[in-house]
């Protein structure tokens, strides 16, 4: 036996791997105790470099450090000349590839490299570039250096045609390469701008792209990247501020204001007249949140309004910017943009382009005859019969998400609450043809939650009656309804009923209401009358009728008794 090297056993192995992470987790932890000290001191030198070093070799998710080494670069360029900081720089970036090598998806290191480029006197942006190019040739999905790739192309002279090719050649070796398909997505609008609609595409490019994302999903259909790229290039043009209706109520002495976009308008310049009278008056939201929201309250003083004549209400946000002139003829009038049925949900298309996405959409149905359960197909056909006509594809759009809610039940809520969005917005678009109306009837819809409330600030009776609904979500927007039925559903929360100013009759017949302080909300509404509950076991609560006048003392009448 004698000159024979003796093998450890595992036990012996084990012991000895125990023994030197117990020695290496020693010397990191000194060394980290030493670099916070050092911090603590305000102590900026070369020793601090070498200690963070030493920590972010080890680990280079140590924000810590990262940030403890940008304060040391900071203070020494003050201190040395720019070639010594060149240099030292020339380093760093040596260091910070060193670490990419190890871990190339650390936040740390690439957030790190774009502050010594920023920093450094003379940076190489070809270089970077081209480390770009040897990271991506590793994994053309590395995100991080996607984002370092945007970023590197932002401060030197690459044009955007070039990356536009460098997109072209990474989509074609590869069609399931997201980033480069999003990459596309930020380069298209900059080189080719539509200029009616902001950061959106040129038509002309935008059928182009049709076509190649088309070659895409027809390659792979299971591949989600084309298919989200696509959507992308169904999605809407970026909506300009303005405001979509203006409500008002000379009996309260209020306007009630919707926006197209959510916005804060505690922190705007708002100014309201009325006959050309500058009026001091009180914003506020309709759950008295202090966020962006798209309806916003207006409170004005009492006598506001002349009594027997017309009114001229003008609004105006960030010196005119957004702004809406109405004339107020009786005691409540609601006046809309000029948002047209086709538009309010959708952007206004060409007849070339709609053509275009005729063309998509049988293509799509044809995919999902080879591919029936295909879900990326299915939720396609759906949205392109959404952009195309709404209402004419109504019917047809609902077998489709029928058929995509069984070959995807995994995400059944979601395409059931998608369903009722979409329901939602063909009711609203229809309304829209007879401008008058004041009442909706959304019963019996298979609605399972409520959308698009911004729309409906004006409607005095609303129905939303024999649907599959948990909650009154977003109804605090309904500052003008009077009678709002809800019977037939699953409702447990009541918690977004709330300063509703006009509701005088609430039904909710046959709901899930268990106990009397889920109706709490209800409280806030004032002019409440009578309340509807049959139905629900709340009502065989200890002294309910009694508990429910404690809870809610403006009713006057109960499951169809007076109080």
Known sequence: MHGRIKVKTTAEQKEAKRKEREKKMKMYNTATDRAFQKRANDEYDDEALELTGQMLTANSDFSTMWNYRKEVFVKLKDKKTDDEMEKMFKSELHF????????????GVWHHRCFVMDTMPNPDWNRELDLCNKFLEYDERNF?????????????????????????????????????????????????PDPAKKERVKEDILHQEYE??????????????????????????????????LYINKKMNRLVLSFTIATDLKNKECEIKVNDQVVMATWFTPNKQPYSSLVWICQLPEDTFSQNEENTVNVSIDSGQVQKTVVLKGEVCCHGDTVTPQTVFASEMSAETSTVLQNELESCQQLQELEPENKWCLLTIILLMRALNPL????????????????????????????????????????????????????????????????????????????????????????????????????????????????????????????????????????????????????????????????????????????
């Not at 063909?426 to 698009?452: M, V």
Request: glycine share 2%.
């Open 212 to 245: 190649l994302v088309q070659n895409a999903f027809f390659t792979d259909p299971n591949d989600q990247s084309a298919w989200f790229y696509h959507r992308w290039l169904l999605g809407r043009a970026e909506q300009d501020q303005d405001i979509r209706y």
């Open 96 to 107: 910070l590839e060193m670490c990419l090598k190890h871990n190339p998806k650390s936040y």
């Open 144 to 192: 991080h250096c996607w984002d370092y790739r945007r970023f590197v192309v932002q401060r030197s002279s690459v044009a955007v045609e070039d990356e536009v090719e460098y997109t072209n050649a990474k989509i074609s070796s590869n069609f399931s390469n997201f980033s480069s398909w999003h990459y596309r997505s930020k380069l298209l609008p900059i080189l080719y």
């Open 392 to 563: 004419k594809y109504e019917q047809l759009m609902l077998e489709y998400v029928e058929i995509l809610k069984k070959v995807d039940s995994y995400r059944l809520k979601y395409y059931n609450d998608l369903r009722s969005k979409f329901v939602i917005e063909n009711n609203i678009i229809s309304r829209l043809e007879n401008s008058d109306a004041t009442s909706i009837d959304l019963s019996n819809k298979g609605l399972t939650c409520l959308y698009h409330a911004n729309h409906l600030i004006h409607m005095t009776a609303v129905n939303v009656s024999a649907n599959q609904l948990t909650s009154l979500r977003h109804c605090y927007m309904l500052q003008g309804v009077q009678t709002l039925e809800a019977d037939d559903n699953e409702i447990t929360d009541l918690s977004d009923a709330i300063c509703l100013p006009q509701l005088q009759t609430l039904s909710l017949r046959n709901n899930s209401l268990t106990a009397v302080e889920q109706l709490g909300p209800l409280a806030s509404c004032p002019e409440l009358r009578t309340l509807q509950l049959q139905g629900n076991s709340v009502c065989d609560v200890t002294d309910f009728k009694v508990k429910v006048q404690t809870c809610l003392p403006q009713l006057k009448q109960l499951n169809g008794e007076n109080l």
